[in-house]
């Protein structure tokens, strides 16, 4: 309990961080914002009625409180161009980048634990090299390419999948998966290599401890030894990585819902940088963080189930 | 000459590193390698399949891609090199000073401002930077170098919290050396390593995340060729020029790999943990 306390108080003076950088974002801007937002034509009336509706026309520090006030009331503003409040926009984008993200998760998952597995056990071999330059190479492919490679040969040369487009699940079960394949490999390539890795050489970490000795020793086989014991010792740093990857493909799948046209968060972000609504971009980056904060604090949590260690203050080592 | 040896032994860093130097060599020479301004558009060659004439085909322009891709190289030797050096000017100090110095400010101020930096998704941060400064070239290595420096002040400050105790720092500090002098003189000689591989990897990073906001039309602007912003004009060339967005794309995963290879070589050459 005391350990979820401290984790729970220690993302206090995140969230206040995280809330004044989004919140300098729209003071960033090289001259007037809202200047800026209209451009030089604009009437001095438009001019002033944004300044007021930005609250720009107010102390900096007053701005701020107001801004967190309305943030903690879930008023994140009005999008300049679209007239609708960013919350109900941040809410509507969302499904589809959650889907995507899942799907992605799962896809790297299906991929990386029995090749990690592989190459840990069978340390060394022709298999772990194969695996672990396959899994640099697949680090190193930007996944706007690989979307379009995979695009070439599925819908171009052989017309499986369609190329984009976004059907809601509920809508029609069978469009939305079908749309959903060629985003989750273009993305989930790259994430299936890190996690590969990070499972290989935790792994290998794991693998020449004592317990690990015994337990062979008292007989049991290869598959019930790693499966039992090394598995669950070399998870920390995996659910680590998995967490980040989770939080940073929540907000950050801007150019895989580019390439595949899927209104999700991250094409909002894209859409509303270049419309210039500085106001949505602000409200989509702050979820983004905050996104990205809970599920670090999700993943934390996990750890005291994965090792009791950790909830008893002992440390994992 | 010994370590030069064992470096070789490294195997794929050693391939990471030629790859490496191969961009080098290309970025330098080349307008003695391309075989036509990268920029001059032949509306009698629109879209042609790559021939002998153009190796690599050409655009809906007419621009021979084999010279765009060649041109491409470098936009992203700079954007490597000047991403990972605002990321290194911003980041290494901050480490040092603050694993050195500790205390409050350490520990309440920087560590948690980097904490809510990170929460930040790396692209997304880099996005909203380019979007409040405007798009080019000179604002998106801004922006993905302050994305990246959180990554330096966490490697260099662990660094520094781990040597601080050690005895060379406590005797140099016992006879009265400076801290600047112990900080640049003996720590940071000792602290290099990771940052050295850290750095590399990281170049990796500013490649695919320059050709990412340069795709995205955030980058590099037209016509200066750039792997990303090539991609992102032949994106509507899928279904009748899938070579228009091949080789550029090419272009990067082999080079990404490259620093990648390298920094993993790096890694078992300069972590005796690793070598092990």
Known sequence: MLFVVKRLLLTIPILFLVSIMTFSLIHMIPGDPARVILGQEATPEAYQALRTELGLDQPIVQQYFNWVGKVLRGDLGMSITDHVPVSDLILQRLPATIELTIGTFIFALIIAIPTGILAAVRRNTWIDYTSSFLALGGMSIPNFWLAMMVIIYFTVEHTWFPSSGYVPFFEDPKANLMAMVLPCIATGLRESAVLMRMLRSSLLEVVNMDFVRTAKAKGLNEVKTILGHVLRNALIPVVTTSGLMVAGLLGGLVITESIFSIPGFGRLIVESVFKRDYVTVQGAILVSALLVVVVNLLVDLLYAVIDPRIKSGKGAD | ?276
């Open chain 2, 1 to 276: 000459m010994k370590t030069v040896k064992r470096f070789l032994r490294t195997g794929l860093g050693l391939l990471g590193a030629l790859i490496i130097l191969l961009l080098i060599l290309v970025a330098i020479f080349a307008p003695a390698i391309a075989t036509h301004d990268p920029n001059a558009q032949d509306y009698n060659a629109i879209l042609q399949e790559p021939n002998a004439q153009h190796l690599f085909g050409t655009d809906d322009l007419g621009r021979d891609i084999f010279s765009r891709v060649v041109y491409g190289s470098r936009v992203s030797i700079e954007a490597a090199i000047v991403s990972v050096g605002i990321a290194m000017i911003i980041g290494v100090p901050i480490g040092l000073f603050t694993g050195y110095y500790r205390g409050f400010w350490d520990e309440w101020v920087v560590m948690r401002i980097i904490d809510a930096m990170q929460a930040f998704p790396f692209l997304i941060l880099a996005l909203a930077i380019s979007a409040v400064l405007g798009s080019g070239f000179g604002n998106a290595m801004l922006a993905i170098g302050i994305g990246f420096a959180p990554s330096f002040v966490r490697i260099t400050r662990g660094q520094v919290l781990s040597l601080r105790n050690m005895e060379y720092v406590q005797a140099a500090k016992s006879v009265g050396v400076k801290d600047m002098r112990i900080i640049f003189g003996h720590i940071l000689p000792n602290a290099l390593s990771p940052i050295i591989i850290q750095s590399t990897l990281g170049m990796a990073t500013g490649i695919l995340a320059e050709a990412s906001l340069s795709y995205l039309g955030l980058g590099v602007q037209p016509p200066t060729p750039s792997w990303g912003s090539m991609l992102n004009q032949a994106q509507s060339l899928l279904s009748v020029a899938p070579y228009a967005t091949f080789y550029p794309g090419l272009a990067i995963f082999v080079v990404v790999l490259g620093f990648n290879l390298l920094g993993d070589g790096l890694q078992q050459f300069l972590d005796p943990k690793a070598r092990k």
